[in-house]
């Protein structure tokens, strides 16, 4: 599993068509996305192609 941090691709966004664009940061336009919505997602480490699995997430709030 990746945290958004580590998922590279292009952008979804049809005016920013922007190759290796983080999925937490977007500079050119400003858009915070998720990991899969990313055209092409590959992992930013090693670059290899990533396959999309359901998960439970449970979050802790003070």
Do not use: M, W
Request: aromatic share 8%; with cysteine.
């Amino acid at each position: 599993f990746l945290t958004n941090r580590y998922i590279a691709g292009t952008c979804s966004d049809t005016a920013y068509k922007f190759d290796d664009t983080r999925s937490d940061q977007h500079d050119k336009c400003a858009n915070l996305t998720n990991g899969v919505e990313r055209i092409d997602p590959k992992c930013q480490i090693c670059r290899s192609i990533l396959s999309i699995r359901k998960s439970e997430h449970l979050f802790h709030a003070n």
